[in-house]
Every structure is written in structure tokens, then in C-alpha cells.
């Protein structure tokens, strides 16, 4: 059973039918009780930083997240969700996040190397760069394009965490991960067969169930 998590910012629908079409067994829940005993976790996010941080501490998550984490249970972090698992975020002044990967998130400067801007937020489909095939993941995955939609960007100092990339004005970590906690930028329910296939491992393959 997958437990998606809901502290009020996510993207629960499109989730939720995403797995429903790959008939995998899923659960929502605001509170960690109502989803305690699950084998997986999905966390979801829309919008800004420092709110998603007071949602879920006001729900009762970040502990939750945490231990879950420690004890091996696997979680895959969605857009704002995978912002989450980072240290800390310059989104509406310096706020903490989980601290479970290391590095900040940071806006896009909106002017490149040659000083020519660019639109923010990027919005739109590009294409995956590969840099990890072995974790479970990954298995068949290609260089395929995704479907992205933010203003922040990871920065981080730990190359070995970065599955795949993409390219819009600055290298973009697309894929995260590190063992048991795993996580993307884009939005995999919005990105077609790669996207699947993302989910598909995640529940299929590290969930054990």
C-alpha cells in the first residue's frame, strides 16, 4: 500500500490516478496515524516553500518523514516534495527544510552566463540527462523528456545523489536520490511514458508490498 501524503499543498488527483491506471493500492492521509502502516510514501507538493514547511509540521510530517526514512521505508518526493528533503530554501527568506539531501534550493537568476535573460518559472517538457542506471529507480528509464513546472532549482554539492539532469540556462538535478528516498522536479503523472515508468518502479519495485 502507497500512503500519500496530504499536509495540504499537493497534487493529490493527478497522483492519485496516476496510480490508480498502474492499479497499484494507494491511501491518503492528513495525519500520520491514518497512513502509518504503509510500505511507501509519495510526497507531493504545490507552491511555496516556507508555507509547506508550516503545513507539514502543523500536520504532524517532518518526524514522520524522518523516521520513515531512517527505518528504510521508501519515499519518493514530487516537485515541491523533492525541494522538501533538501536543507534549506532562499524561497520567501532562508527557511529549513528536512535536511535528508544535502544543498539549498535557489531561485532561477533569470539571466544566463551571456547576460541574456530567460523566462521564470521554467515551464515545459526537456530532456532527461543520465548519470545513475543501476538504482531501482532508473530500470528503463531513458533520455526521454518530462514535463517541468518551477522557479526554484536544486543547488547541491553532492554529485552522487543526482540520477539525471536536464538543461534550461543552468544544469537542473531532474532525479535525486539515495538509497530508500528518491525524488524528481518534474511532475512524473504529467510526463508521459517516463513518468510512468518512474512511478511504476517506485511502487513495483522498492516498495515491497
Known amino acids: ?97 528536512l535536511g535528508l539531501f544535502p544543498g539549498k534550493i535557489v531561485r532561477f537568476p533569470g539571466t544566463d552566463e551571456a547576460g541574456i535573460s530567460y523566462k521564470v518559472p521554467h515551464m515545459g517538457w526537456n530532456q532527461l540527462q543520465l548519470h545513475e542506471s543501476e538504482h531501482p529507480l532508473m530500470e528503463n528509464v531513458g533520455e526521454e523528456y518530462v514535463y517541468f513546472v518551477h522557479s526554484y532549482v536544486v543547488d547541491t554539492p553532492s554529485e552522487e545523489i543526482v540520477f539525471a539532469a536536464a538543461d534550461y ?25 517516463a513518468g510512468i515508468q518512474l512511478l511504476e518502479n517506485f511502487c513495483k519495485r522498492m516498495v515491497k508490498q
Open 169 to 193: 540556462h543552468k544544469t537542473v538535478p531532474a532525479i535525486v536520490g539515495r538509497n530508500n528516498l528518491v525524488a524528481s522536479q518534474f511532475h512524473p503523472e504529467k510526463s508521459g511514458r
Open 1 to 97: 500500500m502507497i500512503g500519500i501524503i496530504d499536509y495540504g499543498m499537493g497534487n493529490l488527483f493527478s497522483v492519485s490516478k496516476a496510480l490508480e491506471r498502474m492499479d497499484v493500492p494507494y491511501t491518503i492521509g492528513e495525519h500520520p496515524d491514518e497512513i502509518a502502516d504503509c510500505d511507501g510514501y509519495i510526497l507531493p507538493g504545490v507552491g511555496a516553500f516556507p508555507d509547506a514547511v508550516k503545513a507539514l509540521n502543523k500536520h504532524g510530517f517532518i518526524h514522520f518523514i524522518k523516521q520513515k526514512v531512517e527505518s528504510g521505508v521508501p519515499i519518493y518526493g514530487i516537485c515541491l516534495g523533492m525541494q522538501l528533503l533538501f536543507e534549506e530554501s532562499e524561497e520567501g527568506g532562508r527557511t529549513k527544510g
